[in-house]
Structure formats: C-alpha cells, structure tokens
C-alpha cells in the first residue's frame, strides 16, 4: 500500500513569491493533516480536514496561508506572499475514523526555503 | 491547554547501551501519549501509544514506555540500543474531550538519539 505522497519534496523561494505545495493521503483516509515543523521544533497543526470540510483551522494564519481539499482526496496547501519566516518543513499527514482513535500517517515532508 | 516537554535535545549513547528519552506532559483532562519516530529522510512514524489499561506500553523494536500519571510523565526506554535506532524521536499527546481540537496531536521539539558504534 503506497504511503502519504507530497510533492515537492524541496523547493527554494523568495519572499513575497507564492508557493504550494500537494498531499496525496492514503487511499481511504477521509481525514487529513497538514502540519509545520521549524527548525529544532516539532510539528504544529495547521488544519485539519475532515472529507473536504476543514473542521480545525483555528492555526492557520488565514492572512497569507490557505489550504483546498476539494474532492475530499488530494490536498493543497498554498501561501502567497511567502516571508522569511515560513522556512519549514511542512508536513501532510491523514488517517482513517474505522477505530475510536486513529494512528496518523505522515509523508516525508516538503521543506521550503524562502531567501 | 495542552504542552509536552522533551527535556533532552540531544542523547549520544555508545551502541549496546541502554537509554531513557525523557518526555513530560501537561494537560487538564485526560490524556492519550504516543512515541513518533523520524528516521533520516522519512516521514514520521508511530512507534507506540497508551490509550488505557496497562501503564507499560511496548513496540515491535524492543522500546517500552510507562504512563506515569502522578508525575504526568511517558518516558521511552530501551535497554539495549542498536546503531539503526538513530533517529529523531517526538512525545505527542492528545485528548478526546478537547473541544474543536478533539484528537489533534500536540508534539514535543523531540530528541535526537545517536547511537555511536
């Protein structure tokens, strides 16, 4: 069974320029994650979708962040203008509601570089 | 609110020899812990959880961790390490009974464990 696909894996920007990045989950797993992780930190939730609803995105900086999930499949999360200060690894992670607490599978992380 | 504190940035350890990742919580509902892994180049990965019953939890790779409740502590211990357990390990908590937040993880900075030959 594949794992959690993102894309890119690696991408340099610089500030002010948009960037996105693509999560494709699990086959099955209706609920997805995307997080940051900073340098030296662990990751941070910024939304969570449940099928194509995001029921969490109390964290997501809405003023420059902004995250689709249309098909309740594939995810994309975009931020436009980058600032230095969004340099992280962002991570996508999903799983699945057949059990009362359900183990989530991370990919392996796009880590953006804005100079 | 909810936090977790991974007291120990980095722990270098000679192979063979045991260790302890240390890993406190904080919460004021009841609490589930888990132990993620991050191997160089790889997604994070579930390495063990307490949800209930018994305080001491084991994975498949010889690591075990005990739920300490009085001392709000999940501490991961193995007792003979191998070079391949190099990794980054993360404590993460969560609560079913968080409001809006119900089931989201909240991480520690986590603990780069080097096991040197």
């Known amino acids: 069974e594949a794992g959690v696909v993102q894309s890119p894996r690696y991408k340099i920007i610089e500030k002010k320029q948009p960037v996105a990045f693509w999560c494709n989950p699990i086959s099955g797993h209706n609920t997805l994650y995307w997080y940051r992780q900073n340098l030296g930190q662990g990751p941070e939730l910024l939304i969570r979708?449940?099928?194509?609803?995001?029921?969490?995105d109390s964290q997501l900086p809405k003023d420059r962040f902004s995250a689709e999930r249309l098909k309740g499949v594939d995810s994309t999360l975009k931020i436009q203008p980058a600032e230095l200060g969004d340099s992280a690894v962002y991570l996508c992670?999903?799983?699945?509601?057949?059990?009362?607490?359900?183990?989530?599978?991370f990919g392996p992380g796009t880590r953006l570089t804005v100079l | 609110a909810q936090s977790v504190t991974q007291l120990d940035s980095q722990v270098p350890v000679f192979e063979e020899a045991p260790v302890e990742l240390r890993c406190n919580y904080s919460?004021?509902?009841?609490?589930?812990l888990f132990w993620y892994v991050q191997y160089p180049n790889q997604g994070l990965q579930l390495l063990l959880k307490y949800l209930s019953g018994s305080t001491l939890v084991e994975s498949i790779n010889g690591f075990e961790a005990e739920f300490n409740k009085s001392q709000t502590s999940f501490h991961l211990r193995k007792p003979s390490v191998h070079i391949s357990d190099t990794a980054e390990y993360f404590c993460?908590?969560?609560?079913?009974?968080?409001?809006?937040?119900?089931?989201?993880?909240?991480f520690g900075k986590g603990t780069k464990l080097s096991v040197k030959p």
């Open positions: 979708y449940e099928n194509e609803e995001a029921v969490d």
């Open positions: 992670a999903s799983s699945t509601r057949t059990s009362w607490w359900h183990e989530q599978f």
């Open positions: 919460s004021s509902v009841s609490v589930y």
């Open positions: 993460a908590v969560t609560s079913l009974n968080y409001g809006g937040s119900q089931g989201n993880l909240i």
